[in-house]
């Protein structure tokens, strides 16, 4: 099965900052590449899609590149709402498999 | 309101099998694909497979091949998991997610708030 491997496991960043994440998977996996949100206690959020593009309703701060094994997301500037914990997922091969996620959290 | 709606929280001794119940509202239920995937303790999200919401076709993960079945209720617009011959390692948070329509995508464009499922003596 291919391993996702995120990058850092917990990101400090001050309000208004920019934050970057990193995801590598250990196969090519082309642009099936998804990025989610988690908060304690909610439902996971789909951000970003195919590698880059937008979910409905995500505001534009979120931005999501790369193909292959290598992806990026980026938050430009950081809100409060923000703070909480990114996966990314390929949906290349079977089984389906995720990252280990990556903490955001107040500096 | 466009929404999965899972079952409460369920303690259950090891051997013991689980239904995990999954209501979709907003939407129509046959439209879409449900996934399944669970979360340990510290660990990271586990797919555990899918079932196509219209014809109840469904596809395990290997992992789970033999000990989990998926199965729907159209008219009650559910979607269920059960998982059996649970094992302390099965103690996990269980989600259901939707499959966003796409040619070939996998990936879930709403999801529910988890089930938690305790395996204890």
């Known amino acids: 099965e291919i391993v996702m491997t995120q990058s850092p496991a917990t990101l400090s960043v001050s309000p208004g900052e920019r934050a970057t994440l990193s995801c590598r998977a250990s196969q090519i996996v082309s642009s099936s590449l998804a990025w989610y949100q988690h908060k304690p206690g909610q439902a996971p959020r789909l951000l970003i899609y195919s590698a880059s593009t937008r979910a409905t309703g995500i505001p534009a701060r979120f931005s999501g590149s790369g193909s292959g094994t290598e992806f990026t997301l980026t938050i430009s500037s950081l809100q409060s709402e923000d703070f909480a914990v990114y996966f990314c997922h390929q949906y290349n091969n079977w089984p389906l498999t995720f990252g280990g996620g990556t903490k955001v959290e107040i500096k | 309101q466009v929404q999965l709606v899972q079952s409460g929280a369920e303690v259950k001794k090891p051997g013991a099998s689980v239904k995990v119940s999954c209501k979709a509202s907003?939407?129509?239920?046959?439209?879409?694909?449900m996934h399944w995937v669970r979360q340990a303790p510290g660990q990271r999200l586990e797919w555990m497979g899918w079932?196509?919401?219209?014809?109840?076709?469904?596809r395990y993960s290997q992992k789970f091949q033999g000990r989990v079945t998926f199965t729907r209720d159209t008219s009650a617009s559910t979607a269920y998991m059960e998982l059996s011959s649970l094992r302390f390692e099965d103690t996990a948070v269980y989600y259901c997610?939707?499959?966003?329509?796409?040619?070939?995508?996998?990936?879930?464009?709403?999801w529910g708030r988890g089930t938690l499922v305790t395996v204890s003596p």
């Open positions: 997610a939707r499959e966003r329509p796409g040619y070939l995508d996998r990936d879930f464009d709403l």
């Open positions: 079932i196509n919401a219209d014809n109840g076709n469904t």
């Open positions: 907003g939407y129509t239920f046959t439209k879409y694909a």
